[in-house]
């Protein structure tokens, strides 16, 4: 069975430009999160979904925002790049979104911005 | 709003030695508490939950709400436990979803 699969793996952009970040949840798996990693640090909530609604929101500026499609797969969309947002950023999938379920982790997408 | 603390990057200890991973947590609810594991050039992976109370590979964790405390343990130290270690906390079962706040990490290394 297939893990969570991200794509692309690594990615070079300049600043102000946009970005767009792919996800493939296990299947059966519902519910899909988005991180941010910077180094150094734990990963960052950023968004979560689940049957295609957003249900939670970290403190990410306008920017960032996402969406879930029909077949539960994901996109984060990141505008208006900065330095900063050079990061590592993990996608997770649960069957549901409740607080006590397992999430499962993709490999991460390295966004590097110059 | 919630906070988890883990106050050591780095552990060392010998193999066959006891750890210990501290993580304490700050939130005003019920929280769901977890260790995630990620072993070199793998991704990051469960290692396991409170509600579960279960042991993984020899490791235990349990939930001490007077200390808001969720400290990792295993009596034995391998070397194949040499991983970075994160301890992450979710609002639980009637939280607003499975938002999971990480603390910093812990890298332990395990020596011969």
């Known amino acids: 069975d297939a893990g969570v699969t991200q794509s692309p793996t690594h990615l070079i952009k300049t600043r102000g430009q946009q970005v767009t970040l792919r996800c493939s949840p296990i299947?059966?798996?519902?519910?899909v999160s988005w991180y941010q990693q910077v180094l150094g640090q734990g990963p960052q909530f950023i968004f979560q979904y689940y049957e295609k609604e957003e249900r939670g929101r970290g403190n990410f500026p306008d920017r960032f925002s996402a969406r879930q499609f029909p077949n539960y797969s994901s996109e984060l969309n990141v505008n208006a790049l900065l330095l900063g947002d050079s990061a590592l950023y993990l996608c997770?999938?649960?069957?549901?979104?409740?607080?006590?379920?397992?999430?499962?982790f993709g490999q991460g997408t390295r966004l590097t911005v110059v | 709003a919630q906070r988890v603390t883990q106050p050591e990057k780095l552990l060392s200890v010998f193999k066959g030695a006891p750890v210990e991973l501290k993580c304490n947590y700050s939130?005003?609810?019920?929280?769901?508490l977890f260790w995630y594991v990620q072993y070199s050039r793998q991704r990051l992976q469960l290692l396991l939950r409170?509600?579960s109370r279960e042991s993984i590979k020899g490791f235990t964790a349990d939930l001490n709400k007077g200390e808001t405390s969720f400290h990792l343990k295993k009596p034995f130290a391998q070397e194949e436990d040499s991983a970075m270690y994160y301890c992450a906390l979710s609002e639980g079962v009637t939280g607003g979803g499975n938002k999971l706040t990480f603390g910093t990490g812990t890298q332990l290394k395990v020596e011969l």
């Open positions: 299947s059966g798996h519902k519910s």
């Open positions: 997770a999938s649960s069957r549901a979104p409740q607080g006590n379920t397992e999430a499962f």
């Open positions: 409170h509600i």
């Open positions: 939130y005003s609810g019920s929280p769901e």
